[in-house]
Nanobody, 118 residues
C-alpha cells in the first residue's frame, strides 16, 4: 500500500506560480510511475505531468509544456510540480498519482485545489 499526501494548492492570479508537493509513504519501492493529474469543473481527469519507465522519463500534456516542471527528491519520497505562467484554464483539482507492483496498482492522493483568477 502507498499513501500520497498533496499540498501547495491555492488561489493565484494569471501569470503567477505555484508549487505542488506530493509525499509518498508505505511500499514506495513498488512505485515505477508517479506524477500529477487534474480534473477541471465539467471535464474529464487528465494527465498533467508524470515520471514513467521506472521514474526515469517524464511526460507532459501539451497544454503545460514549457510552463510546468515535474521533479522529485528520492531522499524525501517527494514529487513536485512547479507551475509557472498559470492561466485560468489551469484551474482544477490536482491529484498526485502513483502506480507500480505486479499486478499494477494505482494510488491517488486526496487532491489539492488550484484556482487561477484575477
Amino acid at each position: 500500500q502507498v499513501h500520497l499526501v498533496e499540498s501547495g494548492g491555492g488561489l493565484v492570479q494569471p501569470g503567477g506560480s505555484l508549487r505542488l508537493v506530493c509525499v509518498a509513504s508505505g511500499n514506495i519501492f513498488s512505485i515505477n510511475a508517479m506524477g500529477w493529474y487534474r480534473r477541471a469543473p465539467g471535464k474529464e481527469r487528465e494527465l498533467v505531468a508524470t515520471f514513467t519507465r521506472g521514474l526515469l522519463s517524464t511526460n507532459y500534456v501539451d497544454s503545460v509544456k514549457g510552463r510546468f516542471t515535474i521533479s522529485r527528491d528520492n531522499s524525501k519520497n517527494t514529487v513536485y510540480l512547479q507551475m509557472n505562467s498559470l492561466k485560468p484554464e489551469d484551474t482544477a483539482v490536482y491529484y498526485c498519482h502513483a502506480a507500480g507492483g505486479d499486478p499494477t496498482l494505482h494510488y491517488w492522493g486526496q487532491g489539492t485545489q488550484v484556482t487561477v483568477s484575477s
